[in-house]
């Protein structure tokens, strides 16, 4: 079965703050992919970021970053001095091998508050 | 370019009556989806439509929900007869072509905020 896990409900930092949103995922299937979506308070899905199963490489956005690790089914997203407009609930997704649906499983989302 | 719309933005209804909810997919979009929040809950899957035809409904929870694509452009969500456990924030997203190709993700659209009473 398919699962993704994002422990931290709320976190709350200080502008300027770094800050890691974790996601852990369970899954069979060798081929598989792992997306970040942002919700801020306007309501919209937007998408960040989609890794391939096969390319564990770590990428770097500007003040985002995420960290793939298959050794311990994590992907994890970093903020860099986070700014108030990073304001927002953070949904990690995970996606089968299927190349003929965007069926994801989405974690229960961290919401993360950036105060002034 | 137009993003993922969706009709309303919200809906407050008793139990027992009917809402429909829409979902206009960008331009040009055949694939279109159809997801679910649950306060406080994961965003679950409910259909994939591509173009007209359902590809896969297994996420619809039960016969109460009815998903039309006519003519393959905007899509209707019903929920006749609404009960409480209902309520939640319904998605819908779209993309382009065959979904494998991932150099075009899901675009969402800002959701229906449905409320039964």
């Known amino acids: 079965a398919q699962k993704v896990t994002q422990a931290q409900t709320e976190i709350s930092v200080v502008e300027k703050e770094d800050v890691t949103l974790d996601c852990v995922y369970e899954?069979?299937?060798?081929?598989?992919?792992l997306f970040w979506y942002k919700q801020p308070p306007s309501g919209e899905l937007v998408f960040l970021i989609r890794r391939n199963s096969f390319d564990e490489q770590n990428e770097i956005s500007g003040r985002y970053s995420w960290n793939f690790q298959k050794s311990t089914s994590s992907f994890n997203f970093t903020i860099t001095a986070s700014q108030v407009v990073d304001s927002a609930v953070y949904f990690c997704a995970l996606r089968g091998p299927n190349y003929n649906t965007d069926k994801l499983i989405f974690g229960t989302g961290t919401r993360l508050q950036v105060f002034p | 370019e137009a993003g993922v719309t969706q009709f309303p933005s919200h809906s407050v209804i008793e139990k027992g009556q009917t809402v429909t909810l829409r979902c206009d997919p960008i331009s040009g979009h055949d694939n279109l989806y159809w997801y679910r929040r649950v306060m406080g809950k994961e965003i679950k899957f409910l259909l994939h439509?591509?173009?007209?035809?359902?590809?896969?409904e297994s996420g619809m929870p039960n016969n109460r929900f009815l998903a039309e694509r006519t003519g393959g452009t905007y899509s209707t969500l019903k929920v006749q007869p609404a009960e409480l456990e209902d309520s939640g924030v319904y998605f819908c997203a779209s993309s382009q072509g065959v979904t494998g190709d991932q150099n075009s993700p899901l675009h969402f659209g800002n959701g229906t905020r449905l409320t039964v009473t």
């Open positions: 899954t069979r299937d060798t081929t598989y992919y």
């Open positions: 439509f591509v173009k007209e035809s359902k590809q896969d």
